[in-house]
């Protein structure tokens, strides 16, 4: 019992020290964003001499008259309409291939998992092309409107797998009672998807804030620069960089995603491991 026991407090103590381990550049940059610029790469100090909110309110101010407010505002514009279309397309699809059936059904399942080991830069100027000739360059079209066409086949999977390991006899039941595929789909599958609903809200709200390619290749504008664009800024080719201001949008731009894994971190979990055993 005693050696359980060490074994039990070893193993805890060695995940402490490896989540230390692993959260230090994180609490190095929080620390780091109360430092003056020129105190931040000078000794071993975590903690400041001098502390300081100057970072913030000059990393607030933003650029080119531009505040964080706005590019934060941009940001919530873009991860909002993502979600909503990739729970509405993505929940859609995977409904179809996991309780409807059609034609070919396998063959176009296959073709839809197919696309997620395509990767993003063959697609990028045909794309680029065709939003350019459509007059959606620098503007959010690009980033919003693919969400509507069940383009993330992870999410059309996931959603897919969730719902295929629904229990048969409520299909059955719902039927019998005279349920349609309309009514099976909104008063049955969506109350029941919950879980896969709200894992693929935090996905798309996790890569859809951090997204930077996409956003930096179809955004040039500073007044539709989202957090992600607007934290490169603070970098100077010329040396001149604001480590500060850098650290401290970079700590409230963590905050929106802190939130949300906290708050719905139980659906995530449901809804992966749901997700990934078929029924």
Known sequence: MEKRTFRELMFHVFLIVFALCMLYPLIWMFFSSFKENTEIF???????????????????????????????????????????????SCLLAAFAFGKLKFPLKNFWFAIMMG???????VKLIPQYVMYNSLGWVNTFLPLIVPKF?????????????????LPKEIDEAATVD??????????????LSVPAIV???IFTFLWTWNDFFSQMIYISNVKLYTVSLALRQFIDTMGNSSWGGLFAMSILSLVPLFLMFVIFQNYLVEGITAGSVKG
């Open 42 to 88: 000078k000794g071993m100090s975590l903690l400041p001499k001098k502390w300081t909110l100057e970072n913030y309110k000059n990393g607030w101010a933003g650029i080119s008259g531009v505040t964080y407010g706005k590019f934060f505002l941009n940001s919530f514009v873009i991860v909002f309409f993502a979600i909503i279309g990739n729970i509405t």
């Open 115 to 121: 696309t997620l080991m395509l990767p993003l830069h």
């Open 149 to 165: 066409l069940a383009t993330d086949g992870f999410f059309i999977f996931l959603m897919t797998q969730f719902i295929r390991a």
């Open 178 to 191: 005279g349920c349609g595929p309309f009514r099976l789909f909104t008063q049955i599958v969506i109350p």
């Open 199 to 201: 894992t693929t809200s």
